[in-house]
């Protein structure tokens, strides 16, 4: 079954225009099945994770455009950089023959968004429109439509109400396609997650750095995950995984570039002494960070010690995908002082600054959102926050701030 990604009108868009469009993301999020879902009849396909066909594209691009000649999907491009100066020749050949024609002819798709970004700043800058797909968002995959989220949106077409173990089972399940759509979630979640793992282990890791040891790179993630919606302590992370910390590092900035973990820094303008500089952590899909912490049910889940941050976790992620499938790079910050004094998000739009606080509870109060006074040292203008949280309804806290249930986002 597919479900229809909100990506797709600004990537159609982008296709009237640019020549070349590149979806990156982590693996299995569903950037192939996207493409597909969105290609015309005509429109060729070629992967290259096949190994014959991979050797064919490095050893001989000509040949093998020539063979796969536009438009066409060629998947896993990071397989066979060395077909991107060629392609960027046939772009440009076509911008002089035939400039109405020069548009949509390459959809190309990344795991590995280092290696891939790289050649793509080398050979088609310019000529290519870049997309990130996370995994399926709650709005996708209740088949509503979906805004980059502000607090000043309108939630109240938002469906179904859930439950708070109905959200979350999602938090739980995670946004892997594959585990969506399954009928016996239960049966498959482990099975996919420990599959899942072992091929990025395998495949994405090896290719990205030379890491010796597989299962201490496992461990590394475990440790990962149990901090997700944490500050990032290198120190205590690279304890924990038994690493140095320069390894911890790498490590880290493997998984930002395969898509898993994404870091969040304090909003810097105006800084004071007080404000602490230390980004936060966030896995981005919280069913894998579940799997690696053992958190085997939603219920133990819901109602664990670590329950708090996997909520924040899981705002965060819906957060960030309702920007990047409206094909919009997001400014999102988060503030904190040496009195623990925190706002879990601030959004920056048009220079206005937008308070976000996340808190798993289902009563709420005007303390929820005291922090977020804290606004003022940086003289810019505040617009509307909002405590997104268990509490069902949606209204005023304060004239300033509205309460968003979770199951709204």
């Not at 998947?75 to 991107?84: G, T, V």
């Not at 469906?159 to 089972?169: D, R």
């Not at 924990?240 to 900035?253: E, G, I």
């Not at 309702?322 to 879990?344: C, F, H, M, Q, V």
Request: proline share 5%; charged share 20%.
């Amino acid at each position: 079954m597919y479900i229809q990604r909100h990506l797709q009108t600004a990537f159609l868009e982008a296709n009237a225009f640019f020549p070349a469009l590149l979806v990156t993301g982590a693996r299995q999020v569903g950037k192939t099945t996207f493409l597909r879902a969105n290609a015309e009849p005509e429109r060729g396909f070629v992967s290259l994770d096949p190994m014959d066909t991979r050797l064919q594209a490095q050893s001989d691009p000509r040949l093998f455009l020539a063979n796969h000649p536009p438009p066409v999907i060629i998947d896993e491009i990071q397989y066979a950089p060395e077909l991107l100066s060629y392609i960027k020749q046939i772009i440009d050949d076509l911008r002089y023959r035939e400039p109405e024609r020069a548009h949509g002819l390459f959809w190309l798709t990344g795991s590995q968004q280092f290696g891939v970004m790289k050649g793509v700043s080398e050979s088609l800058a310019g000529r290519i429109a870049i997309f990130n797909l996370h995994g399926l968002s709650a709005a996708e995959i209740a088949g509503r439509d979906n805004s980059a989220f502000l607090p000043t949106l309108d939630f109240n077409s938002a469906g179904k109400p859930l439950s708070p173990l109905e959200l979350f089972t999602q938090i739980w399940r995670g946004a892997f396609p594959e585990l969506v759509t399954a009928k016996q979630l239960e049966k498959y979640w482990e099975r996919f997650y420990q599959s899942y793992l072992l091929t990025y282990l395998s495949r994405d890791v090896r290719a990205l750095t030379q890491v010796a040891d597989e299962s201490r790179f496992f461990a590394f993630m475990k440790a990962v995950a149990a901090r997700t919606g944490h500050m990032l302590n290198y120190s205590s992370l690279a304890r924990d995984a038994d690493v140095s910390q320069p390894t911890a590092k790498n490590w880290l900035s493997i998984l930002e570039t395969s898509g898993l973990v994404k870091l969040l820094y304090p909003y810097m303008k105006n800084r004071t002494r007080q404000m602490i500089s230390t980004p936060k952590l966030y896995m981005l899909d919280t069913g894998l960070a579940a799997y690696l912490t053992s958190w085997n049910t939603p219920e133990t889940l819901m109602n664990g010690a670590a329950a708090g941050y996997f909520f924040e976790s899981w705002c965060f992620a819906e957060i960030l995908k309702s920007y990047t499938n409206a094909g919009i790079s997001p400014d999102l910050t988060y503030y904190r002082d040496k009195d623990d004094n925190e706002i879990d998000l601030i959004i920056q739009r048009n220079g206005v600054l937008y308070p976000v606080e996340c808190k798993k509870a289902g009563t709420v109060k005007k303390d929820d959102v005291k922090a977020f006074a804290k606004l003022r040292i940086f003289d810019q203008p505040t617009g509307m926050g909002a405590l997104i949280s268990m509490y069902p309804e949606l209204q005023l806290l304060r004239e300033d701030v509205r309460t968003i249930p979770a199951w709204r986002l």
